[in-house]
């Protein structure tokens, strides 16, 4: 089974909405750690946003925020106020904790920004 | 550049020839981990080093792949016999451990192989 599902290959949003990614995971550990990060066509991955298993309260990072609902297993990216600078690959990833804590990431969602 | 540097950046190299890559993580950062990336698919972890030690290896590292660390601090990666399949990015990515966790990975530029 896929530890990361994201199941929107790609995504439009207009410039100064809000867009959802969606991101999945599946992982029996009791403890684990969830990240985002966005890849432009540079190609250098940048990180964006951690969620840890235990934490009570939704991420944010400035126009970031984490959705993560434990009992559906999503861990969703909303960005607010898209910039055109936005668009880029983004990939949702877990560190499974009891797991050597190596890391998983999904196949990314190609967000594109329109003026 | 305080960042986590990888060389080459290119690699163009016909099937069966060696091939050696470097990555300089962040200083202080005692967690270095290699994936490949290719096409539209997001990195798959290859193997991971806490200071010197390899800690853990994918099975998708086949024994033509090795990976060290031998200082604890940069790291190589050499493909032996490379193969047409073996085209991809190669990231390294460091993170430092904070209570037992590593936090949020900081990645390189990469490393973009061409197997002819």
């Known amino acids: 089974a896929q530890k990361i599902t994201q199941t929107q290959p790609g995504m439009f949003v207009q410039e100064k909405e809000a867009v959802t990614l969606d991101c999945t995971y599946d992982t029996s550990d009791p403890s684990y750690g969830l990240f985002w990060y966005k890849q432009p066509s540079s190609g250098e991955m940048i990180f964006l946003i951690y969620?840890?298993?235990?934490?009570?309260q939704n991420a944010t990072e400035g126009r970031y925020s984490l959705n993560f609902q434990k009992a559906r297993k999503s861990a969703n990216l909303v960005i607010s106020a898209s910039q055109l600078g936005d668009s880029a690959m983004y990939f949702c990833?877990?560190?499974?904790?009891?797991?050597?804590?190596?890391?998983?990431f999904g196949s990314g969602t190609k967000l594109n920004v329109k003026p | 550049d305080t960042g986590v540097s990888q060389d080459p950046r290119h690699k163009i190299t016909k099937r069966g020839q060696n091939v050696t890559f470097r990555c300089d993580p962040i200083?202080?950062?005692?967690?270095l981990y290699w994936y490949r990336q290719t096409l539209g698919q997001g990195p798959e972890f290859l193997t991971y080093f806490q200071n010197e030690a390899q800690l853990e290896k994918s099975r998708l590292l086949s024994d033509r792949f090795s990976a060290e660390r031998p200082k604890g601090s940069f790291s190589t990666l050499e493909i032996q016999r490379t193969e047409q399949g073996d085209s991809a990015m190669y990231l390294c990515?460091?993170?430092?451990?904070?209570?037992?966790?590593?936090?949020?990975?900081?990645f390189g530029p990469g490393t973009r192989l061409t197997v002819l």
């Open positions: 990833a877990m560190r499974e904790d009891f797991n050597f804590n190596k890391f998983y």
């Open positions: 200083s202080e950062h005692n967690r």
């Open positions: 990515a460091s993170s430092l451990v904070r209570g037992g966790l590593p936090g949020e990975q900081f």
């Open positions: 969620q840890g298993s235990y934490d009570q």
